[in-house]
């Protein structure tokens, strides 16, 4: 186990949106991490523009600010989402991307300048594609909080969007884990790599596996106002992660059960710190 007495971390404010920032950041850095973006779909389809700066600009300056840099290794935080619908299953790297919503719009936009960067100026780029991360901490506007707030809130109908999506879900220890692999493994600079469980199930079944955790009978119903676009709505994402297992040594090792469980236990202790009635986006 690593000493953790040795171990510091300095916390900087600002945007990478800005330019002059970023590259004052990764000055001396052997590692980035590009984990910056506007992750709330739904709120894609209202300030679009919001999320080109964001995702596309700030990915621009991210790899901009390495390349002069020399930066040893970036890793550039992708999304399933990029692929849409799926048109085959399980989902290889190979799969096309379709930009089914403005923020995956975005995603792979970001992508695209990754792989540029890597062909162009031979930026030491690795792009990881996660499939549904969940776990303690994630934010209100994800499903998994989404539902077990309003559980644990002691409501009678957990309110939803729409219940057929199926999504392939990832525990937040496995996807930092890709990530350490990703920073550290030799001789995969320019690849993309995505990472996911190999099972996908409904929201209304995700709901349905959640309200047993919190001793929760409550309803499980979709409303108007959670719904999105119709056309716009991905219906499956299951990944193969073939790719990962080969190139990082990557496998899922928590359970969808038991990463339930440890997130309803953190939700129990931080309820206060969630709004369960309203719509977060």
Not at 162 to 170: A, G, H, M, V
Request: net charge neutral.
């Amino acid at each position: 186990m690593a000493d953790r007495s040795c171990l510091s971390l300095d916390v900087r404010f600002g945007d990478v949106v800005d330019p002059f920032l970023v590259r004052d950041l990764v000055l001396g850095c052997d590692t980035v991490l590009h984990l910056a973006a506007l992750i709330g779909i739904p709120y894609s389809y209202v300030a679009p523009a919001s999320y080109v700066a964001t995702n596309v600009t700030g990915t621009l300056n991210i790899l901009e600010a390495c390349r002069q840099a020399r930066t040893g290794r970036v890793v550039v935080t992708s999304t399933s989402e990029v692929y849409g619908t799926a048109l085959y299953t399980p989902i290889d790297e190979k799969h096309p991307l379709q930009g089914q919503s403005p923020y995956s719009a975005t995603k792979i936009a970001g992508d695209k300048l990754a792989e540029a960067y890597f062909r162009s100026f031979d930026l030491p780029v690795v792009t990881l594609r996660p499939f549904n991360t969940y776990g303690p901490r994630q934010s209100a506007r994800a499903v998994v909080p989404t539902i077990l707030t309003q559980a644990l809130s002691g409501a009678e109908e957990i309110e939803l969007g729409t219940l057929k999506p199926k999504r392939d879900l990832t525990y937040v220890e496995d996807t930092a884990r890709a990530f350490l692999l990703a920073a550290t493994t030799p001789g995969i600079e320019g690849e993309t790599i995505h990472f996911g469980q190999g099972s996908a199930l409904s929201i209304g079944e995700l709901a349905r596996k959640c309200l047993p955790t919190v001793d929760s009978r409550a309803r499980i119903v979709s409303v108007s106002d959670r719904l999105r676009p119709e056309k716009s709505e991905v219906g499956l994402l299951l990944c193969d992660a073939t790719k990962a297992k080969k190139v990082l040594g990557w496998a899922p090792e928590v359970t969808l059960e038991e990463g339930l469980r440890r997130t309803a236990e953190y939700l129990r202790d931080h309820l206060s710190e969630y709004c369960a009635k309203g719509y977060n986006v």
